[in-house]
């Protein structure tokens, strides 16, 4: 029986499927963490477009603040920001080798299958110790970060206004008069 072309260039130590969806699901839960600790860490402050509501009354694309999308706080410009691990090139490299071991598997001849595919070198890889540090990092920072004024506390926020009228569950009997005359206005001046 002939070898197969791509033998002949195997790496000497391969990485199974199992290898690479246990390091993915392994990144994938690091990555959350440093997401995570990365919008606790950056500071924030109430969103100017909307004083920290969430909502701009008669928006014209909606009630939802284009700003801060509903969040009510924004990032402080020019503030100190985490620098984040580099996740995009780690699940590249994790990509590019499940890509290729899954195009080894096509039967010889197929369309699909390149006549020589050489498997990406498996210290290109991320190791599921490096992912592991990384989230010992992320775990470790978060504890510094704890009781550190990062995120506007929620009681220095105004509350949300509940929406009246049609964009609430009531009428346009809800508003006063000037509230009537200003979306009058607005609505011709459109």
């Known amino acids: 029986m002939p070898q197969d072309p791509l033998d002949e260039v195997e790496p000497a ?13 392994a990144l994938d839960q690091t990555q959350e963490l440093w997401e995570e600790l990365s919008y606790m860490a ?20 909606g009630n939802t603040c284009v700003r801060c999308m ?9 503030g100190d920001t985490l620098e984040m ?5 780690m699940r590249q490299a994790l990509g590019a080798y499940g890509n290729a071991l899954a195009l080894r598997q096509l039967p010889e001849g197929h369309k699909g299958r390149p006549q020589i ?9 991320p190791t599921l110790e490096q992912i592991t540090i990384l989230r010992t990092t ?3 920072k978060a504890r510094t970060l704890q009781g550190l004024p990062g995120v506007v506390p ?14 609430g569950e009531g009428d346009l009997g809800e508003y006063d008069d000037a509230e009537l005359a200003d979306i009058e206005a607005d609505g011709r001046s459109r």
């Open 13 to 25: 130590t391969t990485l199974t499927e199992d290898d690479i969806r246990e390091r993915s699901a």
């Open 42 to 61: 950056n500071p924030k402050m109430p969103c100017p477009e909307c004083g920290g509501q969430g909502a701009l009354a008669a928006g014209s694309l």
């Open 70 to 78: 509903g969040s009510r706080v924004i990032e402080v410009p020019g």
């Open 85 to 89: 691990p580099p996740f995009a090139t």
């Open 117 to 125: 595919l050489a498997l990406p070198a498996a210290s290109t890889v």
């Open 138 to 140: 992320g775990i470790e």
């Open 154 to 167: 929620v009681h220095q926020l105004p509350e949300p206004k509940t929406p009246k009228g049609l964009a």
